[in-house]
């Protein structure tokens, strides 16, 4: 049973317009959450996280939203740019950083110009 | 260049061979895993190494076969493999716990795309 779901598996967006990537979890423990990227053949690239003691965690054009009553998190780009064309993973953990990561089968994100 | 390396980048082995998987991280942490990504699933954990101690097996079949022997080093032994073990592998390091403090952000390797014939 999935415990971290990502239920789009592709999202079409216009350049210069927001991106919204949505991540559903079932799993009460997870107390951190972290967005990667990935392009294809590399591995997934840290993007951005957030602790469950916060409900927003942001960092230049991307931010994170946490709900914790709804066990919902979504990751926003704003503006979109043609680079981050690529598939991202939403990832949770608990217990602590030097537990594995449990995550999202990912949602492939494209640009359009 | 990154500071998680593997090698091979891409293999391909008899289900009778046997082989390992190498990855070295320059990062200075002191937390390594393996993941597993087959085609349509989510990145899998498999093996949690902290300061070279194993802490996790993700009731990882035995025919894959962990080792670390320093933490910048982490192999996965593989031998007597099935078709459906092949998969994307990926190499992770964090700086695990540190005096109490969780560190959470994982750091991942370019992984090596393994095929089983």
């Known amino acids: 049973d999935q415990q971290v779901k990502q239920n789009s598996p592709s999202l079409s967006v216009q350049e210069g317009r927001i991106s919204i990537l949505n991540c559903d979890y079932t799993n009460s423990m997870f107390d951190y959450f972290l967005w990667y990227k990935k392009y294809p053949a590399e591995g997934p690239t840290f993007l951005i996280s957030i602790s469950s003691i916060k409900d927003k965690n942001e960092d230049g054009r991307f931010t994170v939203f946490l709900n914790k009553s709804a066990k919902h998190l979504s990751l926003h780009i704003v503006p979109s740019q043609p680079g981050d064309s690529a598939v991202y993973f939403c990832?949770?953990?608990?217990?602590?950083?030097?537990?594995?990561?449990?995550f999202g089968k990912g949602t492939h994100l494209i640009i359009q110009p | 260049e990154t500071g998680v390396t593997q090698t091979p980048r891409h293999l391909v082995m008899g289900m009778t061979n046997k082989k390992s998987l190498k990855c070295e991280q320059h990062l200075g942490h002191n937390a390594m895993y393996w993941y597993k990504q087959s085609a349509k699933k989510p990145l899998e954990l498999m093996f949690v190494?902290?300061?070279?101690?194993?802490?996790e097996n993700n009731s990882v079949p035995s025919r894959f076969s962990p080792e670390c022997p320093n933490s910048s080093h982490l192999f996965l032994h593989l031998h007597t493999l099935q078709p459906e073990d092949s998969a994307l592998y990926l190499c992770?390091?964090?700086?695990?716990?540190?005096?109490?403090?969780?560190?959470?952000?994982?750091?991942f390797g370019p992984g090596t795309r393994l095929t089983v014939t």
């Open positions: 992770a390091s964090s700086q695990g716990w540190i005096s109490g403090t969780k560190t959470y952000e994982q750091y």
């Open positions: 190494y902290n300061f070279k101690e194993q802490t």
């Open positions: 990832a949770a953990s608990e217990r602590g950083g030097a537990d594995g990561l449990t």
